[in-house]
């Protein structure tokens, strides 16, 4: 069961939220908020793991509150503005719901969470089984180094072996564990323990060396 929270300032989006949350069955919509920063507090306790969030918010954007946000739930933005597509994937959203949206549609979106959700869980047994084409490749977590992203895919690299899957970089980072792994640039994930040294714009992994975004350097190290 996912544990969900809504998002938006208008009361009559939420009671549409509600409404399809109520017809599928693995999600657990726990609350809804009109006040922005009232969810804040409430996504602080790390115990939601879905966000359904609107964009156009009075006092806070939802653009501005899920880059505030440190872990992020998985997030489908609701939304009536079609302008903010690319900021909100650029944000790695998972989802971008059109208002109004269908149910058929809201469930589309749910099942990526569940899929994803489920994966993540297979995570904590210290391994995932990763589609590549028409198969699936069992990845020990320990083995993995880093992650690359490459267009619509990304790439799991070990010592010997590359895994090209489709799969975005918020897709990704929400499978591995965040103690385990960590987001270093826009396009890159390292394991913490393949880690041999770093400084402020570079990690090094032995032989590999990886660049540190700007936007991810203080963050990193601290």
Sequence with gaps: ????????????????????????????????????????????????????????????????LLK???????????????????????????????KPFSGERFLKACQKAKELYELKQSAAGKYLFIKTGYEQVRLNLDELIYVQSAGNYVSFFTAGQKILSRLTMA??????????????????????KHITRMDKSRVYCNEVVLPVGAGYSVSFLV
């Design 68 to 98: 505030a946000l440190q872990p992020r739930p998985f997030t489908i933005f609701t939304t009536a503005y079609s302008e903010h597509a690319v900021k909100g994937f650029e944000l790695d959203a998972l989802d971008y719901l059109l």
């Design 171 to 192: 897709e990704t980072e929400a499978l591995l564990p965040a103690s385990a792994f960590v987001r270093i640039h826009r396009s890159y994930i390292v394991s913490r």
């Design 1 to 64: 069961m996912l544990r969900a929270i809504a998002i938006d300032d208008e009361p009559v989006a939420l009671e549409v939220i509600r409404q399809h949350c109520r017809s599928i069955d693995f999600i657990s919509l726990e609350a809804a908020f009109t006040n922005p920063n009232e969810a804040i507090a409430w996504l602080q306790q790390g115990q939601t793991d879905l966000l359904f969030l609107d964009i156009q918010m009075p006092d806070l954007s939802g653009l501005e």
